[in-house]
């Protein structure tokens, strides 16, 4: 009998792992993000693999991004799920009054602001994930007292193909394989910037992603890792041409002696200086605006584009027009020119204008087993990255800005029909065991009803048996009474 139930059990085990058909780590998901890399650039795009991901992938009629479309606050979007005015990581360099300091990159404070959100990474690591992250920014420092297993931090000029090698080492890690993955890599922006968006030297850059990319695709198949590893590209922003003639010098043009600004063009927090009456600042900076090619961003823009509820975002902020910039650009085509950039012209590229003007829309492109092949979905945002990741990896996800349901079409099979057989599976084992158990138990306790059985009872049955016995038909008697029959026939 037990060596019944062992079998069974053997069975019923190996027949639920087998139903699963997932890694036994379970998802592996690759995160990429090509920094400044815009939807305008896949017209003319030069390279070959990326439109094969597309074709074999998912992706979205339009992929949009959050105001300003900056770095840092759209990659902490993408893994908060939340606007850029609940992180607060409202710039690349933020003011913050009540830390009386001006963050920057190499500040945690830049990032933890609002205390409840937690980053997908730690999200991973806190149910017993390993997150990996290629210098995604926010992601080097610990959040609830955690770090990811795997990080590499940022430095200039990284090669794409190396990261992509170093991804592949830490999916398939002995010990603590990773089982998500962030990578930035900060290209094409930085040429984008210094050459434009419409240069030569941004299309031989893309060449060089493109072949990166079908690097990782070709690493990934030899180690076996294709049909089991999903991987997401995607961009923060695109890249808008701005000549240098284009330039609004804001110190030609008002007293800047009143305030100081922080983050970058085309977006300007304006922070009156103490001491000085706001309006000094706000009606000289709002007049000039008229014919210098900015404006101060209004209250109903900044409710739309989920820009105003933060004590980071200053009550004067400036917005330049498209392609245009200010000031703090030339010390932008200052550090060109001193890393020795060669064949600079007058034409240099900016972004974190609205995310509705031209080439401000990023990419998004979905390619793994858990994706459609060649789907084009309904719009969505890169807020909403965050509840596909954690729908995918059976995260607990925190209060957040994105959907869900809006991001699922990129899904092969949405994840509850894909968790409906292995929960099928285990209850029908569950309701195998219990009757196979029980049947086990029944059968024990006739036995040790059969031992047990009292001289009071033999005597009572033989009793009973002699007397009844005749009147009463088989099928009528007791258990009892079955028990004792043949016991009683060897007295
Ligand atoms: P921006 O294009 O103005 O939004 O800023 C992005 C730029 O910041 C990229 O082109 C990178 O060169 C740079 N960058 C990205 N991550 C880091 C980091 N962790 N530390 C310093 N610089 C970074
Ligand atoms: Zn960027
Ligand atoms: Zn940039």
Redesign the pocket.
């Known amino acids: 009998m037990w060596a019944l139930v062992l079998a069974l059990v053997i069975l019923c085990c190996g027949w639920c792992s087998g139903g699963l058909e997932v890694s036994p780590i379970g998802p592996q998901i690759v995160v990429i993000s090509l ?2 890399f815009g939807q305008h650039y896949l017209a003319s795009y030069p390279g070959h693999f990326l439109p094969t991901l597309y074709s074999r992938g998912a992706y979205p009629e339009k992929f949009s991004n959050q105001f300003t479309t ?3 606050p759209n990659h902490f979007s993408v893994a908060t799920g939340v606007y850029e005015d609940v992180h607060g990581v409202v710039g ?1 360099t933020v003011y913050d009054a009540a830390l009386n300091a001006t963050l920057d ?2 500040n945690q404070s830049l990032f933890t602001q609002n205390p409840s959100l937690i980053p997908i990474w730690t999200l991973n690591e806190l149910v017993g994930g390993h997150s990996g992250c290629i ?1 995604w ?1 926010g992601c ?1 420092f610990p959040y609830r007292n955690k770090n990811v297993t795997f990080f590499e ?2 430095r ?1 000029s990284a090669d794409l193909r190396g990261e992509m090698y170093r991804v592949v080492e830490w999916l398939t890690n002995a010990t603590t394989p990773a089982n998500l993955v962030m990578v ?1 890599h ?2 094409p ?2 040429i984008g ?1 210094a050459y434009g968006p419409d240069s030569p030297q941004v299309l031989a850059e893309l060449k060089k992603i493109d072949s990166a990319l079908q690097y990782f695709f070709h690493e990934l198949e030899i180690f076996g890792l294709r049909d089991i590893v999903d991987v997401i590209i995607l961009s ?2 695109g890249m808008m041409s701005v000549k240098e003639r284009d330039i609004v010098d804001l110190s030609a043009l008002v007293d800047t002696s009143k305030f100081f600004f922080t983050g ?1 063009s085309p977006l300007l927090n304006v922070w009156v200086k103490e001491g000085v009456n706001e309006l000094d600042v706000y009606r000289p900076l709002e007049h000039q605006g008229v014919s210098n090619h900015y404006r101060i961003l209004e209250a109903a823009e900044s409710k739309a584009w989920h820009y105003e509820n933060n004590p980071r975002i200053s009550r004067i902020t400036l917005l330049a027009d498209d392609h245009y910039v200010f000031q703090d650009f030339y010390e932008f085509i200052d550090s060109f020119k001193e890393k020795k950039y060669k064949d600079l012209t007058d034409t240099h590229g ?3 204008y609205p995310t509705t003007t031209t080439n401000m829309e990023p990419i998004f492109v979905a390619v793994g087993p858990s994706f459609h092949r060649g789907f084009k979905a309904p719009n969505f945002s890169n807020i909403d990255v965050y509840p596909l990741l954690c729908r995918m990896l059976s995260l607990p996800a925190g209060p957040h800005n994105g959907s869900f349901a809006a991001i699922a079409p990129v899904l092969a099979q949405p994840s509850t029909t894909r968790l409906l057989k292995p929960l099928i599976i285990a209850l029908a084992c569950m309701v195998l065991l219990v009757g196979v158990v029980g049947m086990v138990a029944c059968a024990l306790t006739r036995r040790s009803h059969k031992r047990t059985v009292s001289a009071d009872s033999l005597i009572n049955g033989y009793v009973y048996r002699k007397t009844m016995r005749k009147e009463k038909p088989l099928e009528d008697r007791s258990e009892e009474e079955c028990l004792l029959e043949p016991e009683v026939e060897e007295v």
């Open positions: 920094d400044g900056k770095t840092f690349n990159i190499h210098m920014p080097g931090p940022f200039h930035y900060e290209q922006d930085l910037h923060d922003h970058s900016e972004h974190g």
